[in-house]
Structures are given as C-alpha cells and as structure tokens.
C-alpha cells in the first residue's frame, strides 16, 4: 500500500496509470491543499479520473481511514 500523503514521485509514478507527470501533480496538489483525506480524492488531482483511480484504488491509502 502507498500512502499518498507521503510517498515521493518515484513512487508515485509506479502506480499503474501514474507516470512521472501525474506523480509530480500528486505532491504539488497535496502541497497546495494538504493531505488527501480520502483515496477518492486523488481524483481532484487534474488528469486522474475515474479509470485511474479504478487502477489504483487497491494499492493506495491515505492514512486517514
């Protein structure tokens, strides 16, 4: 499971569907408006919709739930 409060690009960009692009959107979109608190809300991360997030839904928490 990655935390997608805390994991780094490198990681981030191993997620299916998530390359080094949308990693780098992950963390400017978590440093601007602060932790996901739900793994939904990846999907407010511009260029991760509904198919991304069916991808990664089961390898990605939040620390939160």
Known sequence: MIDIN?????ILSA???????LAQRI?????TYGDFYYIEDIMNVPGIGPDTFENIKDLIMTGYE
């Open 6 to 10: 805390i994991a780094e690009a490198e």
């Open 15 to 21: 997620l299916p569907g998530i390359g080094p692009t």
């Open 27 to 31: 963390i400017d979109y978590r440093e």
